[in-house]
């Protein structure tokens, strides 16, 4: 029986439905307050149930007759006030999924993330050997994916059967009506953006790295990572793309990183006062100004996959959420 963590997420339903669509039956759990997306509330081959990744002893019922765990549950969030959750989620969570697969002898693959590589050193494509390295421009969100993935690593020097896989940017269209937090570029641009950040980023589609996890599950492949990225992508380029999608005027001024400095402080001075969190934080602003680039020959090795070229992928959301309005 096969075993998905963060069932009603971006990427886990995803995952879920190509599961489904091949024929498997799957045992998903979610938070108790998420909502399942309309498109698997009707599967036969779908089992939802509640459960705290923090609840050692849920989980361990949940895991009676499991066999296979994609693991996608994740806590996603550069805000300070969110560090302690970010965490226990991403840390103490996945360590919890570890001893129960260990227990039961389930075969894991690790959603973990580019950011668990670290920054990109001498100008050249991080790939699945890269150290890491914690500077003080480490994210707090870098740092609970690594100890998330080491908790990984420990299993597997204990007998786990385990694959990681390191996402880029995951963007593409989900299964539910409404937009979906991954895209969210797409509603900076429609507010109107004149700048751009210098930075460059790594782009893959969801249902790539969904078909991606799929693959990896069955392949005689054991204790090793892989980066999932379809291509690298400078910011500008990026908001050029979507901004031409869109018809919205392109951003022709360049944040370097002083002003992009001066503005997340300037977010954080209007928080203060508003009372709502800002998207610019200190590590948003930080990432922005960073050159990111990943190789993922190692899975085109392995695998031959052709990923979705950026171009499809942001097309395709444009015209699932954007089209109409």
Not at 62 to 67: D, L, N, P
Not at 141 to 158: I, L, Q
Not at 246 to 254: F, Q, V
């Amino acid at each position: 029986m096969i075993l998905v963590t963060g069932g009603t997420g971006f990427l886990g339903s995803v995952l879920i439905k190509q599961l489904t669509d091949a024929g498997h039956s799957v045992i998903a759990i979610k938070r108790e307050q998420s909502l399942i997306p309309e498109a698997l509330r009707s599967s036969s081959l779908v089992q939802w149930l509640d459960a705290d990744l923090n609840d050692y002893f849920a989980l361990e019922e949940v895991f009676a007759g499991i066999t296979q765990v994609f693991h996608c549950a994740a806590k996603i969030s550069s805000q300070p006030s969110d560090a302690k959750a970010v965490f226990k989620v991403n840390r103490e969570g996945t360590a919890n999924i570890v001893n129960l697969c260990l227990e039961n002898n389930a075969r894991l693959v690790h959603v973990s993330s580019i950011a668990a590589l670290g920054p990109n050193k001498n100008g050249q494509p991080l790939n699945e050997e890269a150290k890491w390295e914690t500077t003080r421009r480490t994210s707090v969100y870098s740092r609970a994916k690594h100890d998330g993935e080491m908790e990984v690593w420990r299993g597997v020097v204990e007998g786990l059967d385990a694959v990681i896989v390191n996402p880029s940017i995951i963007m593409g269209v989900g299964l539910g009506t409404g937009k979906v937090a991954a895209n969210a570029i797409f509603d900076t641009v429609l507010k109107g953006l004149s700048v751009y950040p210098q930075g460059s980023v790594g782009i893959v589609d969801v249902e790539d790295v969904a078909s991606m996890m799929m693959q990896l599950m069955d392949a005689d492949v054991h204790g090793e990572r892989f980066i999932l990225n379809s291509e690298n992508v400078s910011s500008k380029k990026l908001l050029v793309s979507i901004s031409e999608l869109m018809g919205k005027s392109a951003p022709r001024i360049e944040a370097g990183r002083t002003l992009l400095s001066i503005a997340w402080r300037l977010a954080k001075v209007k928080t203060w006062f508003s009372g709502r969190p800002s998207a610019l934080t200190k590590d948003a602003a930080r990432a922005a100004s960073e050159m990111l680039q990943y190789d993922n020959s190692k899975i085109l090795q392995l695998t031959g996959h052709q990923f979705r070229p950026v171009a499809e992928t942001l097309k395709n959301v444009y015209q699932a959420y954007y089209a109409q309005t």
